[in-house]
């Protein structure tokens, strides 16, 4: 009977455990310019483009920055800070238009590499002066190692950073190799320089359970299933 209950509140604690979750601020990388600056991600990271096991990649036109909450690209024309945070003084940055500008340059929206799943982030549009912008939308695709696994779209509202959350949709998928994102023009003079910025903070993300641990779990399902079996086949020969 001993060996019945502490079997079955291993099985309870083992059920109960929280996933594993992480939240990228991007307020502690190691070579961060000042919050007046737009810098590219590895010179903010050392060279690096991984943070917390989680790859930014890099695309042909574009590419993922940090950017300092006071960053104004031009005073003249731009009097309002470019980018807002959700948290902190740093969010992170990206031109992920899809499409081919005037000049026939290409763009295939921007990457990241990971198993990870996303459950939710704070995005939002640059402000180009005066609340301005030039992304009016955003499509985030889960990619897996055969294409895309889902998607979730929406509207980009504002400079002030709103929730997306993702966990719906992307709670529940398995095979997940990625992230990819798309924005869209806000106009043509911003499609005409292939230029549509998305603004991201505090990326959550939660760990796949490993092999190991879901073994652990299946092994002390059978071990349960196999004590109860006991139990009961030992009250029907005392009956």
């Not at 509140?9 to 601020?25: D, H, V, Y």
């Not at 800070?81 to 290409?106: E, I, K, M, P």
């Not at 003079?189 to 092999?211: Q, W």
Request: with cysteine.
């Amino acid at each position: 009977m001993v060996r019945l209950t502490g079997a079955f509140a291993l099985l309870a604690a083992l059920a109960t455990l929280p996933a594993s979750a992480q939240t990228l601020t991007f307020d502690t990388l190691p070579s961060e310019q000042g919050v007046t600056t737009l810098s590219a991600l590895p010179t903010a990271n050392s060279g690096s483009r991984a943070i917390s096991g989680i790859t930014f990649n890099a695309a042909v036109n574009s590419d993922w920055e940090i950017v300092g909450k006071q960053y104004v690209p031009d005073a003249t024309f731009s009097p309002n800070d470019f980018a807002q945070t959700h948290s902190g003084s740093y969010a992170l940055a990206g031109n992920a238009y899809v499409g081919t500008d005037s000049f026939s340059n290409s763009y295939t929206g921007l990457t990241l590499s990971t198993t990870k799943l996303l459950q939710s982030l704070y995005v939002g549009f640059d402000d180009d002066g005066g609340g301005s912008n030039d992304a009016t939308s955003l499509t985030l695709f889960a990619t897996g190692a055969s294409g895309d696994l889902a998607s979730q779209s929406v509207t980009l509202n504002g400079p002030a950073l709103s929730l997306l959350d993702t966990s719906g949709l992307f709670g529940s998928l398995t095979g997940v190799t990625g992230y990819r994102f798309e924005t869209t023009a806000a106009d043509a003079v911003n499609a005409g320089f292939g230029r549509a910025y998305v603004i991201a903070d505090d990326l959550k993300f939660a760990a796949v359970p490993e092999a190991s641990s879901a073994l652990s779990l299946g092994l002390c399902l059978a071990l349960g299933g196999a004590l109860l079996f006991v139990r009961r086949a030992r009250r029907s020969s005392a009956a």
